[in-house]
């Protein structure tokens, strides 16, 4: 101990304090101080102290550089060394014998494809074995973009997402013989000054409140029409169906005619799938429908009636998504909750075009990109996914799908004659054989633009 302390003194707690502490030329007497006296001068630092601040933050930030410098190039050794190891491993362990497996199956391939690639060793220093290099490049070069796409992201150019929002009921309902309640919305003129009572029945993701999107009320009561919208059931606020056809479909519509008023023939007015409930309003319920208008009107996509080239122009118009939808819907519509889960029941607002699996002409592409537009998107798809479950989605898209129980062509006006048995049809040869006129005899008018 005598020989640490040096010369075999005993330092006190001052000596050793002092000792740990670099040396300011101040020195502790022991004699009392003089509180009045003035303070002594500041102490002058050497280039190491306060005054050379400056040079310290400066060395301290090439310390920095060099440790980060020598913290790569470590890495970098490591990582060559893991590749090295990896390399003896495989060596070792006869994975790529010639017998082995893996050769056998990937050794052509591979090697086809080294000889192509073999130029690029050229760019190589000749002391590197490329097997060994170009995994650590190829590494280098995946995390260099992982580090760009974080460091790059501009939040100012991601696109705020919308969350889907609930709102309280709102739609006026009645109730309908099996016990389930329908919503609906009226528009227009009241039911007796009515010229034309119009009713519509919606497509898929939508709801009562589409009607005639942009339509203005001062329109409707120039004309004297009114207006009513309903929401499907299992939509909006409509009650789901256990049984759902398109005969149930059309006896739905019958149904809130007679119970909000509606006197003699009503016209029905649809857009896209919406179409389908339409067609059944004209073969059910023929003598209550004045008239139809369809916009882009949709079609059994398997529909028997079609020749092979009639289906086929069909099918080549539709974009991949939009086919695959439609093959579950007809063989595993059980899947189809995945997708509806991922896009308009998933809790945020997208792209029309992307949920719709359609795809737009450069005109309607400016329109859905209008605040006005958007915001009544927003609204409808809000309220036709009120209820929160894929069931009324899916048994919508299987009803697109599956046998309608008629077809379009059963629409067609025609003559029909009795002409039953063998005598019945020799009768009419020398006679007027009774005739009739079937399918729907009123207009139907379909609006259908293609874009060029």
Known sequence: MAEMKGGGGVNTWADELASLMEDSGIRYTGEPI???APPPPPPIFAATGIMGSETEMER??????????????SWGEMVVDLGKGCKDIVTQSNLVTEDSFIVRKFGK?????????KFLNEFLPEDRDPALAWPVILFVFVLALAALSINSTDDSLVPSVK???VHPPSANR???PDGRHMAYLEQGVPADRARFSVIVPHSFLSSRLAGIPGVKTSLLQEFGVRLITYDLPGFGESDPHAIRNLNSSAMDMLYLADAVGVNGKFWVLSYSSGSM?????LRYIPDRIAGAGMFAPLINPYEPSMTKEEMRRTWDQWSSRRKLLYFLARK???FLAYFYHRSFLSGNHGQIDKWMSQSLGKKDEILIKEPMFEEFWHRDVEESIRQGSTKSFIEEAVLQVSNWGFSIADLQVQRKCQRNGFLLWLWSMYSQAECELVGFLGPIHIWQVCEM
């Open 34 to 36: 003089d509180m009045t």
């Open 277 to 281: 409930h339409s067609w059944a309003a």
């Open 60 to 73: 301290e930030r090439e310390s920095l550089k060099e440790q980060v410098t020598g913290f790569l190039k």
């Open 163 to 165: 969350k889907m929002r």
């Open 109 to 117: 391939p591979m090697a086809k494809a080294s000889a192509r690639l």
């Open 332 to 334: 595993f519509p059980k």
């Open 174 to 176: 009645i109730p309908l």
